[in-house]
């Protein structure tokens, strides 16, 4: 059975009252007793802010591909009759994606939702097939409707509207007894349709130990001077809380002058109250209101108070007394409604309407201790009766008996064709769409095709080659991309499609990059095709495999949003360089700074996985001390690249002088530098280190093979008009992969010299052509040749010639490190190793297929 639930009452305002904590626990507990049943969340886009945390409560126990979010288009609140058009439409659409998702029973956490906010709840407005179940809190406005109805007519044509969808509903899960008999009372539906399935507490509300610190710095917070009378909820009519002001008024001298009464949590009418409790005669001293209080002050507040007071006339259940009860709180409340059977003890229940009642009530327990241990005792006894997990098995067989009673019809089994078909036509039906502007038409259609991806559609892996496509630096990152993607491409992870995309800093959103792909993979293809904006939907995974910083800022706001529809964002981490050694790149183009920003940026989303272990190491540690506080935990992993030329897409060209200089360099033992000239790298150490070396008539040549980066001008002066240039000293200025190719193998040794690196490709490459490696004793160099090169700390240039004489020596009588024996890996392997640590954790398994 697929039970889809409406997770609005945790999305608005609501979710800072009873029934946003009763939507996430009830959610919880259904989930955790799901069995075989497969359930998914239904989130309302319009709430963009509450979508991660309610990710987050989830987390680990329900795969994230099954929240689902809708979209439609605001503003809907039924509060505007200038909405009307919108809010209907959002209810065709909302019910159109809940049947898209195929369920068996869709359950409404909180059906009267969206006077005041765009939230948008119906029943049978569209999908008439698919049982609907709703949860039933009280009918409160209904039986009331001088106090709520007829003072406010636009409020009431709502709040019928909203009775006439629940009358609807197949069936309704009571938070109470009392309301149950209630809706069986003025529904008028069969008493099959409702269950009581009452409701719960979190395992947080309960006693607790506070030290005196914690206990003094809640006081005074709070301005709490004295034991205090506690209550808690809301303040509207029926809470009755003049009558609570007035009754502690009405408190022995003695007994008020040593307490105060305290009103806790968001209450909307805190000056009339105030107003209030100054006619009453009480001192501004005596009434406390805390505003909005945490969770954790919540528990603290029940564990503090000396009583809790409940005086509410009318109640669906009334879950601040349960709550207070487990935390060992002595409670008194009505004798009305649900409290009845909430605090289940008929000696702490007064009348709420009678002042001197509740006034006598509190005395008591104020001042016989015995009746006030009685009640914490009492208290703890009646709240472990009420358990999730049992209104969570108790709704789960509800809803099995009512599939099992619904007959399934063709409408049920629409495919998403001709459920968005159907949504169309609808919508052209609704009064008023034919004076619709243009912009609300588009929004509604933008909308439904998000709601609505391709019937049979595969999860996508979208990888972002936005430098690549708009110039190929040739730079070490570029080679990565395009021997990543190659590989991704032709080798794609199980179950996924593959597409390259890219943006732009003058445009919002992500592109297929579809003419590119074409002549990426196949160049004989001059074919053009349009690039067409990427879709993403939940489940696909959006991976940031090239490195343009402006585009990832640019876009955040993008990558957010497909983010909390349910897209996993990752991105390759190549290094922490400009931040970790910021005086290597010139300070005016503010490189670390811009780095760091990016990488600020990145770790928002869900993961990132670097190019080697040291990489990740360093990341962590830059965490550590500059990362935000996140609801999700960052996942973080790394992998290896490749090494195969023929796979990274190499550049073929070989010049006229290429086969002398090889020649030249086959003479005398050849010692290669490969990587752009730039002033980590320790290109200048090296060259006079074997300036030292020719002067001491050291036969070697030193081959340079990179292109002019930034910072080494004088470098490149000394260089150009080097004695020893093309004689001893070769620089090789962005030369091909299949010249690169030769020279490795004519050279004796690759010396690596930088002080920072991500990866170290070169020392992969000389291995594969078995070149003995010399490299500075750095972390990642030995993570990625081990104990197969020879490692120096040289701080100067003749203490580097001093090490490169002694490896000669071990050279020469062959007792040099070997690097045949470093394990190295095709592009393939590195993929697939990217791909490992990408997947959800679920998927990992699941290999490439080979293509």
């Given at each position: ?17 009873g029934i ?13 007793n799901?069995?075989k ?5 239904a989130l ?9 945390p309610?990710?987050v409560a ?13 979209n ?5 609140a039924?509060?505007?009759s200038?909405?009307?058009w ?34 948008i709840?119906?029943v049978?407005?569209?999908?008439r ?14 039986l ?6 007829k003072p ?7 709040y ?10 197949a069936?309704?899960?009571?938070i109470s ?5 209630e ?7 069969p008493e099959?349709?409702?269950v ?9 509300f ?13 006081r ?7 034991p ?8 509207d009519?029926?809470?009755n ?17 040593g ?26 001293d ?13 528990v603290?507040?029940?564990?503090l108070?000396?009583?809790?007071v ?12 349960l ?5 060992g709180?002595?409670?008194i409340?009505?004798?009305?409604s ?21 006034a ?28 999730w ?26 495919d ?8 169309l036509g609808a ?13 609300d ?13 391709e019937?049979?559609?595969h999860?996508?892996?979208?990888v ?8 190929d ?7 990565v991309?395009?021997?990543?993607l ?31 792909t ?9 074919s ?7 879709e993403?939907?939940?489940?696909d995974?959006?991976l ?6 402006h ?14 529809n349910?897209?996993?964002?990752w991105f ?21 700074e ?24 360093e990341?962590?540690d830059?965490l ?13 992993g790394w ?20 086969e ?29 280190a ?11 040549n ?13 470098l490149v ?24 190719e030769k ?8 010396i690596?010299?930088?002080e ?6 070169p020392?992969?490459e ?6 003995p ?13 081990g104990?197969?090169?020879y ?12 090490r ?5 020596g071990?050279f020469e009588s062959n ?5 045949d ?7 393939k ?13 679920h ?9």
């Amino acid at each position: 059975m697929r039970i889809v639930i409406d997770m609005q009452g945790a999305q608005t305002e609501s979710r800072f009252r009873g029934i946003g904590r009763y939507t996430m626990s009830f959610t919880h507990a259904v989930v955790r007793n799901r069995g075989k049943h497969e359930i998914i969340l239904a989130l309302n886009g319009l709430f963009p802010d509450t979508i991660e945390p309610i990710r987050v409560a989830f987390d680990g126990v329900l795969l994230q591909e099954n929240i689902r979010v809708w979209n439609a288009v605001a503003p809907v609140a039924c509060v505007s009759s200038a909405n009307d058009w919108r809010r209907q439409s959002g209810e065709l659409v909302r019910e159109a994606f809940l049947a898209s998702l195929r369920p068996d029973i869709v359950h409404v956490s909180s059906l009267f939702e969206g006077y005041t906010d765009d939230a948008i709840t119906s029943v049978g407005r569209f999908d008439r097939a698919t049982p609907v179940s709703v949860t039933l809190y009280d009918l409160i406005p209904l039986l009331n409707p001088d106090h709520y109805l007829k003072p406010n007519p636009r409020y009431a044509q709502y709040y019928q509207r909203k009775v006439d969808h629940l009358k609807q509903a197949a069936l309704y899960l009571a938070i109470s007894e009392f309301t149950r008999k209630e809706g069986l009372a003025h529904l008028n539906v069969p008493e099959s349709r409702i269950v009581n399935v009452t409701t719960a507490i979190e395992s947080c509300f309960q006693p607790v130990r506070m030290d005196d610190g914690v206990a003094a710095q809640l006081r005074q917070k709070f301005g709490l001077s004295c034991p205090f009378v506690l209550y808690t909820g809301g303040a509207d009519e029926r809470k009755n809380l003049p009558h609570l002001i007035q009754a502690f008024a009405a408190l022995p001298t003695h007994l008020r002058g040593g307490h105060q009464l305290v009103l806790a949590g968001q209450i909307h009418v805190v000056p009339y109250l105030k107003e209030y409790a100054k006619s009453a005669g009480l001192k501004p001293d005596e009434l406390c209101f805390t505003g909005y209080v945490t969770d954790e002050e919540l528990v603290q507040l029940y564990n503090l108070c000396k009583l809790f007071v409940f005086p509410s006339w009318h109640e669906g259940f009334g879950l601040p007394a349960l709550e207070a009860m487990a935390c060992g709180a002595p409670v008194i409340g009505a004798n009305t409604s649900s409290l009845p059977e909430v605090i289940g003890l008929d000696a702490a229940l007064f009348d709420p309407h009678s002042v001197p009642e509740i006034a006598a009530k509190m005395a008591q327990v104020m001042e016989d201790s015995a009746f006030r241990n009685a009640l914490r005792e009492h208290g703890l006894q009646q709240a472990a009766k009420f358990s999730w997990d049992e209104v969570a098995k108790r709704s789960i067989n509800a809803f099995e008996q009512k599939v099992q009673q619904t007959p399934r019809s063709g409408a049920q089994k629409a495919d998403g064709n001709g459920i968005v078909k159907d949504l169309l036509g609808a919508i052209a039906r609704l009064s008023g769409s034919e004076a619709l502007s243009e912009s609300d038409l588009l929004a509604v259609a933008a909308a439904i095709a998000q709601n609505h991806p391709e019937p049979g559609r595969h999860r996508k892996l979208f990888v972002d080659i936005s430098e690549l496509v708009q110039r190929d630096a040739m730079t070490g990152v570029q080679r990565v991309t395009r021997s990543i993607l190659r590989e991704l491409s032709l080798n794609p992870p199980q179950a996924y499609e593959v597409h390259a995309v890219y943006a732009t800093i003058d445009q919002h959103g992500y592109r297929l990059a579809n003419n590119f792909t074409r002549g990426f993979l196949d160049k004989t293809n001059n074919s053009v095709v349009e690039d067409s904006p990427m879709e993403a939907q939940p489940g696909d995974i959006f991976l940031g495999l090239d490195l343009q910083h402006h585009t990832t800022r640019v876009q955040e706001s993008y990558l957010s949003q497909i983010r909390r529809n349910g897209t996993r964002i990752w991105f390759v981490v190549y290094d922490l360089l400009p931040v970790l050694f910021p005086s290597y790149w010139p300070s005016q183009h503010r490189v670390g700074e811009i780095h760091e920003e990016w990488l600020g940026v990145i770790t928002k989303f869900d993961g990132v996985v670097c190019i080697s272990k040291a990489v990740a190491d360093e990341l962590a540690d830059w965490l550590q001390a500059n990362g935000r506080e996140r609801l999700r935990p960052l996942h973080m992993g790394w992998f290896h690249l490749g090494t195969d030329i023929q796979n990274s897409d190499p550049s073929r060209s070989m010049p006229s002088e290429a086969e002398e200089v090889i020649r030249l360099l086959q003479t005398q033992p050849t010692f290669l530098m490969v990587g752009t000239l730039e002033p980590r790298k320790g290109h200048a150490q090296v060259l006079e280190a074997f300036e030292q070396l020719w002067q001491a008539s050291v036969d070697a040549n030193l081959v340079i093979v990179g292109k002019q980066g930034w910072m080494v001008e004088t470098l490149v002066k000394r260089l150009r008009a080097h004695p020893e240039l093309n004689e001893r000293l070769f620089w090789l200025e962005g030369i091909s992969d299949e010249y690169l190719e030769k020279v490795y193998a004519a050279s004796a040794c690759l010396i690596a010299a930088s002080e920072g690196e991500g990866f170290g490709l070169p020392l992969i490459e000389a291995a594969r052509h078995k070149v003995p490696i010399i490299a500075r004793d750095i972390p990642v160099f030995r993570e990625v040749a081990g104990e197969h090169a020879y490692y120096f700390t040289a701080k100067t240039p003749d203490d580097l010639a001093q090490r490169i004489k002694v490896w000669l020596g071990l050279f020469e009588s062959n007792r040099h490190p070997k690097s045949d024996q470093i394990r190295w890996l095709t592009w393939k392997d590195s993929a697939r190793q990217l791909v490992e640590v990408v997947l959800p954790r679920h998927e990992r398994s699941e290999r490439m297929r080979h293509g």
